[in-house]
Nanobody
């Protein structure tokens, strides 16, 4: 089994920054991809960012490109999401997730409980 625990969410004014963290654990924790998704109130789940666990190849959703940066620390089994220039539209619950090689961007195998990010104007 795999456990994922997110932290770092909170409330911030537009233009501010937050850094989310996600720690993985479990006997079978060995992801190919680590991903961040978000789901805002009344909205569908949205792909935010993805990174390969070995190699660090990253990709981003169009709405966050140039503002968010995904990174990982393999020794700490942690993936990060640095969020800059936040906008009210970024308000959502953010989830980290694992995914296998070749999996479509909007899919995952295991997901954490999520952390709330609220951006006020």
């Amino acid at each position: 089994q795999v456990q994922l625990v997110e932290s770092g969410g909170g409330s911030v004014q537009a233009g501010g920054s937050l850094r989310l963290s996600c720690v993985g654990s479990g006997r079978t924790f060995s992801p190919y991809w680590m991903r961040w998704f978000r789901q805002g109130p009344g909205k569908e789940r949205e792909f935010v960012a993805s990174i390969t666990w070995f190699g660090g190849l990253a990709s981003y959703g169009d709405s966050v490109k140039g503002r968010f940066t995904i990174s990982r620390d393999n020794d700490k089994k942690t993936v990060y999401l640095q969020m800059n220039s936040l906008k009210p539209d970024d308000t959502a619950v953010y989830y980290c997730a694992t995914a296998g090689r070749g999996s479509p961007l909007n899919t995952y195998d295991y997901r954490g409980q999520g952390t709330q990010v609220t951006v006020s104007s």
